[in-house]
């Protein structure tokens, strides 16, 4: 692969803004399970292996388990696997993440109204931003496994 630009090199203000949402969703009202299932469910989707490498690493630190981890690109099959609340969380973060087949549909909403407040969709929407960011500037700037951004 053609080694591409280093962003914290380019764009060190573009990196200050993007760390600057993560800073934001460290105080955020949803779990740190909720913000790692997003970032590694949109992470797969995106077919970024940085990031999920990265984010199933935190999720198991965070004592998140390997079932449900290898479970994840397959939630909507699962049974008892994952609450209701995370698999309204997993469908927001697919239909964001593609957003360009019908983006966050009316019913997922409604369903995610029924668990969070508005304060914490807006978190939730922001995680599935703040990730989908970091895996398109991965993804486009080549970023192996092992290297840093930073």
Same mark, same amino acid.
């Given at each position: ?6 962003? /914290? ?6 990196? /200050? ?16 399970? !909720? ?8 992470? &797969? ?11 199933? &690493? ?8 390997? &079932? ?37 549909? #009316? ?15 807006? #978190?939730?929407? !922001? ?24």
């Amino acid at each position: 692969m053609q080694k591409r630009l280093n962003i /914290k090199e380019v764009a060190p203000n573009a990196l /200050k803004a993007m760390i600057g949402l993560e800073t934001y969703l460290s105080k955020a009202s949803i779990s740190k399970t !909720t913000k790692e299932l997003i970032k590694i469910r949109a992470s &797969q989707v995106n077919g970024c292996a940085y990031c999920i490498n990265i984010h199933t &690493q935190d999720a198991i630190k965070n004592g998140e388990t390997n &079932q449900r981890i290898f479970l994840l690109g397959a939630w909507r099959e699962t049974e008892g696997v994952f609450t209701e609340e995370e698999k309204v969380v997993l469908a927001i973060t697919e239909e964001m993440t593609l957003i360009h087949q019908n983006g966050l549909s #009316d019913e997922t909403y409604s369903n995610a109204l029924k668990f969070f407040s508005e304060t914490q969709i807006a #978190d939730i929407i !922001t995680s599935v931003i703040t990730i989908n960011i970091w895996n398109r500037v991965v993804l486009s700037t080549h970023l192996m496994i092992g290297q840093s951004l930073a």
